[in-house]
């Protein structure tokens, strides 16, 4: 017996789990390209819900949302990179008490920080807004970003940065130029998981968010009774800026481990 024989039950797992993921997001794909808005069965290609959408105020929740997500990873992956790098580099008392309160919200429902977070801000009295959503899902990103950057911090050469600073680096120094390239992977990771997870969440963006809407509560308001075309090609969308974002990070990945070898 071949071994392409024997591995064949194993393969064909790989493909039914494969298929069983991503099947519905093929379907998604192709009935966004269809031309009857009343059924799914393929009536023709148009890309009819993909104009109807450019004409749509929706945009104005993608931009609101792309708005926030920035926001969101820009903060979270800067106060990320440095809490992991404290934690990895540093021993101070309660760290252990720390590090187990900075995975708190992972382990919370998003709905109990939600309302948290929504008692806090009224008895602030910080009104609603888009602001409001961003600390909100900064919050809940964090620790993502963390785990992200500290899973590199870990395993790179700490004698590369005593070496550094034996030659008289500084430590700014040392770390803009040592630590970071090093640890870059790890940074673009982080901030491409916590833009995936920003602009997808909805449950703190619906408790949080005011007059000003981002894009998952919209679909949820405007698609809430019913399905129409323009759901699977806004659907569509935001797979392919997923699938953009993913590329990108593994672009970054391979870019740095040819600069780490070199």
């Known amino acids: 017996m071949t071994r392409s024989i024997r591995n064949l039950p194993h393969s064909i797992w790989v493909a039914a789990v494969l298929a069983f993921l991503y099947a519905p997001v093929v379907v998604l794909v192709i ?45 979270a992956t800067v106060i990320g990179t440095m809490a992991a790098y404290t934690l990895v580099k540093y021993s101070f008392r309660g760290k252990m008490v720390v590090i187990a309160l900075m995975f708190v919200p992972i382990i919370i429902p998003r709905s109990i920080i939600g309302i948290s977070l929504l008692v806090t801000l009224s008895y602030l009295g910080i009104p609603r807004s888009l602001l409001t959503v961003a600390l909100g ?32 680096a500084s430590p700014w120094v040392t770390f803009r130029r040592i630590t970071l390239p090093l640890i870059l992977n790890g940074i673009a990771t982080g901030a491409a998981v916590a833009f995936i997870l920003s602009f997808s969440e909805f449950t703190l963006s619906y408790y949080l968010a005011g007059e000003r809407q981002t894009l998952p509560i919209y679909i949820f308001s405007e698609f809430k009774f019913l399905i129409t075309p323009k759901i699977n090609a806004l ?3 935001i797979v392919v800026l997923v699938i953009v974002v993913t590329l990108l990070m593994d672009y970054i990945r391979r870019h740095t481990k040819i600069r780490r070898r070199s």
């Open 31 to 75: 009935f966004a390209f269809n031309e009857s808005a009343l059924s799914y069965s393929w009536s023709g290609f148009t890309l009819r819900w993909f104009e109807e959408l450019a004409s749509d105020r929706i945009f104005l929740n993608w931009r609101n949302t792309l708005v926030v997500s920035a926001g969101v990873v820009a903060t």
């Open 137 to 168: 899902q900064i919050f809940y990103v964090l620790p993502f970003v963390v785990i992200a950057v500290v899973s590199v911090i870990i395993v790179f050469d700490r004698r590369l940065e005593e070496a550094a600073m034996d030659l008289g």
């Open 235 to 237: 659907s569509t969308a």
